[in-house]
């Protein structure tokens, strides 16, 4: 069964550094998400994509995130100066395909991100 | 916006209890999706449902979309189901778009 893949599972980067977290959605899914959840907190939206353009964004999702479809099937989220307060868990979604009803979201296995 | 509340926020029960999860929100909505958070963080949706009831294995999902509630049931619970399980619906109410997530409820099942 198709699935939604994301890595790294772990990463570890210092106060002030860029990091890139990779997603590859089901192959042919036509929507996108980003999601986070801060420990012991409930997961929140960050963005959906969806035509190649950020289709809604969350208070959250600032001028340090942005998003890009660099080619097919990759979907990828950029840190640029990260903050203590950006470790959290990172979970990808996409949704929708030709044929098929588009609103069941399908989660990716997160990466956790620890700022040091 | 739609807001979501689940409860209880704890469980524990014994093994082969009868669990229910309730989970209420604001905003009309046409789906509604359960899914599951293991110990290492990772989600897994168990359903998404737009009326009535689905069922999988023990996993039995309920909503009555007039009353803005679902339930999820796990009949003859077993220590591995042990885990967060978290209601989530469309902000913005409908079927589509960013989803809106409850606190969770942390089941632990006991042998």
């Known amino acids: 069964e198709p699935e939604v893949t994301q890595t790294p599972s772990h990463q570890v980067t210092q106060m002030g550094q860029e990091v890139i977290l990779r997603c590859v959605p089901i192959?042919?899914?036509?929507?996108f998400y980003w999601y986070r959840q801060i420990l012991g907190q409930k997961v929140e939206f960050l963005v959906s994509?969806?035509?190649?353009?950020?289709?809604?964004k969350s208070e959250i999702f600032d001028d340090q995130f942005s998003v890009e479809r660099p080619d097919g099937s990759n979907f990828t989220l950029k840190i640029r100066s990260t903050k203590l307060e950006d470790s959290a868990m990172y979970f990808c979604?996409?949704?929708?395909?030709?044929?098929?009803?588009?609103?069941?979201?399908?989660f990716g296995p997160g990466t956790r991100l620890t700022v040091l | 916006k739609n807001e979501v509340e689940q409860s209880p926020q704890n469980l524990t029960a014994q093994e082969g209890e009868f669990i229910t999860i309730n989970c209420s929100y604001s905003?009309?909505?046409?789906?509604l999706h359960w899914l599951q958070q293991h110990p290492g963080g990772g989600i897994v949706s168990l359903f998404m449902?737009?009326?009535g009831k689905k069922k999988h294995g023990r996993l039995i999902a309920t909503i009555n979309i007039q009353e803005k509630h679902s339930s999820l049931h796990i009949t003859a619970s077993h220590p591995r189901d042990s885990a967060v399980y978290i209601c989530?619906?469309?902000?913005?109410?409908?079927?589509?778009?960013?989803?809106?997530f409850g606190k969770g409820t942390k089941l632990s099942v006991k042998p």
């Open positions: 449902l737009s009326s």
């Open positions: 905003v009309g909505i046409s789906a």
């Open positions: 994509f969806y035509n190649n353009e950020i289709s809604e």
């Open positions: 192959s042919n899914h036509l929507y």
């Open positions: 989530a619906v469309p902000n913005y109410g409908g079927s589509q778009g960013n989803l809106i």
């Open positions: 979604a996409s949704s929708g395909g030709e044929g098929r009803t588009y609103n069941e979201q399908f």
